[in-house]
């Protein structure tokens, strides 16, 4: 079982270029979100989605996009990168996006806009 | 606004003695709290959570964690730590709506021999 996996591993892009990052779940969760990790802030949520169909925006989703075909994939875009967008992106899933539901990440994808 | 402050950037503890590490949150209702660590280069796993109940909450890999609901504290506590404990720990507070958790912005803590 591998969980949740992220591709690529890392990303080093030039500003303006559009960028997917993939995020791929086999647990069969409903529930899956993107995150960003800045150092001495957290992490802070892009977008999220509780079922294959439906997205949410969450703390920080301006010049991000995401779509959920299925229940297993989530991609996040970069539409035109910028460099405050250099990051560490964590996808996470979860069954079913309630108060009690555990949240599993993937390994994270450092993305680097010059 | 939810919120939530991890006051300490950054902890030294001797390898065998105890660990607290302070969270404290903003939250109008009655608040869903989670700790996580992240291992350098890894993703983040929840160690533990609380929702109702005991207010002292126990995790795995030995760490425990205590509501304390007139300080909005749940700070997070293990009696002798490892070196393998090295890493960042986040508090978290999840939102209305059960979807939306906010993170604090860690604590790494360094374990020395």
């Known amino acids: 079982i591998a969980g949740i996996t992220q591709a690529p591993t890392s990303q080093i892009l030039a500003a303006g270029r559009r960028m997917t990052l993939r995020c791929t779940q086999d647990m069969r969760h409903n529930a899956m979100y993107w995150y960003r990790q800045d150092l001495g802030l957290g992490l802070r949520l892009i977008h999220y989605s509780n079922t294959a169909g439906t997205t949410g925006k969450g703390e920080v989703p301006d010049g991000y996009s995401v779509s959920r075909a299925n229940t297993d994939d989530f991609p996040l875009t970069l539409a035109s990168a910028v460099p405050s967008q250099t990051s560490v992106y964590f996808c996470a899933s979860s069954e079913a996006g309630g108060f009690t539901d555990t949240q599993y990440f993937g390994p994270g994808t450092r993305l680097t806009v010059l | 606004a939810q919120s939530v402050t991890q006051p300490d950037i950054h902890i030294t503890v001797s390898e065998g003695a105890s660990l607290e590490l302070r969270c404290n949150y903003s939250y109008g209702a009655t608040p869903y709290l989670f700790w996580y660590v992240q291992s350098p280069g890894q993703g983040l796993q929840l ?46 507070v999840m939102g209305t709506g059960g979807f939306k958790t906010i993170f604090g912005a860690g604590t790494r803590l360094f374990v020395k021999a």
Do not use: M
């Not at chain 2, 959570?49 to 506590?77: H, M, P, W």
């Open chain 2, 47 to 92: 160690l533990l959570k609380y929702f109702s109940g005991d207010t002292l909450v126990q995790g795995i890999k030995g760490f425990e964690a205590e509501f304390k609901r007139s300080q909005s504290s749940f700070n997070l506590r293990k009696p002798s730590v490892h070196w393998s404990d090295a890493a960042e720990y986040f508090c978290a």
